[in-house]
């Protein structure tokens, strides 16, 4: 449990986290496990928390969303059942995997969707 002086900046940086997943539709996981692991939490830690604080962002992001119907709500059920499988599979993986090995191939996916982004036309 963080300490008391600690929540007002998590309270902050999960609303920063909500702005840009909502904004970006990367989920938040991406600016979240990074801050996290720096907090002192495992990898194993900071993917589930992510994952959960990312759930309740985006149940917020769906209704804001939905509300200008930049939704596709087929598209998304398929992608989410499949999602539902690999989700299982990750956290499977993660367990197997060390926290340092897993910073380095967190890093190297954050640089090659950086790379990606940047050269896309």
Known sequence: MPAILYIPLILVGGMLVGVLASFSGLGGGIIMVPALIFAGFTAQKAAGTSLFAILIICFSAIFAHGRYGNIDWRTGLLLGAGGIIGAQLGAYLLQHL????????????????????????
């Open 98 to 121: 060390s926290s340092d090995l897993f910073r380095k191939v967190f890093a190297l996916l954050l640089i090659g969707f950086a790379v990606y982004l940047f050269f896309k036309k």
